[in-house]
Structures are given as C-alpha cells and as structure tokens.
C-alpha cells in the first residue's frame, strides 16, 4: 500500500532506510536502516540521526564497531559543548542476496553473449563498481590503481599469453558524455604504464539481474576482482561469489563478515585523499583501506598462471554465500531482531 495522502494517526513502527543524517522519529518506535560508512569516521550528523532513533540496523560488524567508537564534542554557539556519542542500541543485519537470480549456471544469456564475442581474450578479470570520482586515483573503489596495477602486472605480454579486465562500471549516469569520461580515465590510468599494456574493457550501461548473473558466469570471465577502499557491505561482491568462481579483494571492512574464503588483497589504513572529502560522508581526518599495489600485482599473476588452485576456495566461498548469505537468511535475523527488540 502506497499512501497517497498524509497519515492521520502516528504509526505504530516506522522503518526508515537511509543514510542516518535524515533519520527521523516518525513512529511511535522507529529503526534506521543504513549501510553506514566506508572508512573509520562518521560525521556529528550520522550520530545525530542515530540517537533519534530507537533501533539501528547496520550491514556490517564494521560499520556497527564505527558507529559505536565515534566520539565527539559538540559545540553551541553559546560557547558549551556537550559529549556526542551513539547511544542507542545497533544491531548488524547483513543484506541477503537473491539465490534464485545470483547462482552458478551455465545459461547463456543473449545480449551478454553478443557483448563478449568482440572480447578476443578467453581469461578476463572482473570488476563490477560504479566509479562516481572525477579524479582517476581517488575513487572510493580505486578503480585507476586496479587498471595501472593490471596493466603492469601483464605488460608486454604477447596477446596470446595475458588476460583482460573487464570494468562494469559507469559514473552516476548511463549516458554517452559519462561513458566517455570513463573511457578517458582508462586510458590515463594506463598512460602511467612504461610498456605495452593488456586490453581493459568498459561495459557501460545497464543491465538485469539476469544478465548481471550472465556476465558473472560466463565462461571468458575467470576472477572477480576489486581494490575497494572500504565497504558498508560490499553487496556486489557477495553475489560474484555465487558465480563459484575466486574473488580477490581488499583486506578491510565491511565485506569480511562474508568473504571466509576468498584472497585478501594486503595493504593498510591511510588517510583519504583530499580530493575524495565529500561533505557530511567523507571526513578529511578520516581514513580508508589502500591494497599495496605491488604485492596485488604479483597475486594478479599467480592466479593467471595457476588459477586451477584457486577453485576449490571458491567452490567453499559459494557454497557459504548461498547458505548463509541468501535474502531468506536475511529475513530470518531481520525477523528474530525485530522480535527481540521492538516492543
């Protein structure tokens, strides 16, 4: 049922998913649902809105342990401050993928097929993100260093003996001037490549959730990859992962409560760029996840050259996220929460 005038009475439960700075206490018990936050500090806002609320639901135990060791001094134009912290109660529930569409298969899926016979290459890596940052090293998915790193790793390489990397990506628009853009941020990232680089590919524009599983299991596409600076969740790779082939991935935040076995990429907490600072989202004191490009380079080239090693990990990888990651596993922790809490 969708109202189509205001309410007249307060409901009982209000439910709102957002980013917690517009939470509000609509109901007479209200929760907040929110991915949160890619990196070690929320803003006063985010606090804020957590408070108005009598319950918090968050995707990952990194988010909650974010959220919960924030502290701040909030200031009045009087001159006092008072202590700001999360108060109320936050409980982690994960979000579910839909095993009957996100699954291993076979199926051949139509437009995904034309698509991938104009890819020469028969081992490709694949990153699916979307690469919202004009800068081309500063993205919160890191998508200029996974090129420049690729195309090192497998420069010179003759084109009978290296693999590709297809980008399902795009900007904050499917249109012709954001796929160019991309297109231009590719080409500068491997401008910094002294040497003959390997093919990167951009699929642009939308796609179902039938043909997001088609391209996951197509048989060109080998491993799934992602340099991600920090993850709420990180549902996209949660449903590479049930394609049963390996991930290799950023060794921090929110996507470790899944990934049990996949290869984490090494690295270390730094602060963020400048450039990435997004007002009330990104703090400047902040910081995120950076993979250490040189040591991921190497892990891109031992995978390619022994990538029979690494099924058995992903076969368990799948066989976890189909089990205890599916939407009717979500249901039952949302429902066993909702249960326990509300009253």
Known sequence: LILQQNLNKQPDLFIQ??????????????IGITAGIETTLPSGAFIEGLNRMNLNLVTSKHVKKVFEDASYAKKFEDGRQEPLKSEKPIEVCF????????????EKIESIEKVMERIPEKFAFLFIGQWTHRNTFHDRKDIGNLIKTFSNAFKD??????????????????????????????????????????????????LSPVEMNGLMNHEKVKVHVSFTHGEGYGHPLLLSTLSGKPLLSSNWSGHLD????????????????????????????????????????????????????????????????K???????????????????VP
């Open 17 to 30: 998913i957002s980013i917690p700075n517009e939470f509000q206490p609509i109901g007479k018990y209200n």
């Open 95 to 106: 979000w579910g993928a839909d095993t009957k569409i996100y699954k291993k298969t076979e």
């Open 157 to 206: 390489k003759s084109p009978d003996n290296r693999p590709c990397l297809i980008l399902k990506t795009s900007g904050v628009t499917f249109s012709a001037i954001d796929r160019d853009e991309i297109l231009a941020k590719i080409k500068e990232a491997q401008s910094q490549i002294d040497g003959v680089c390997p093919n990167v590919y951009l699929l642009h524009g939308e």
């Open 258 to 321: 899944f990934l049990k076995y996949a290869t984490l990429l090494p690295g270390e907490v730094k602060q963020i760029h400048p450039s990435a600072v997004v007002q009330n989202m990104l703090l400047p004191e902040s910081s995120w996840f950076t993979v250490d490009y040189k040591r991921a380079g190497d892990v891109l080239e031992e995978v390619y050259k022994n990538y029979n090693k690494t099924l058995d990990w992903a076969k368990k990888q799948s066989y976890i996220s």
């Open 323 to 341: 089990t205890e990651f599916s939407l009717e596993k979500m249901s039952e922790k949302l429902n066993q929460i909702i249960d326990e809490k």
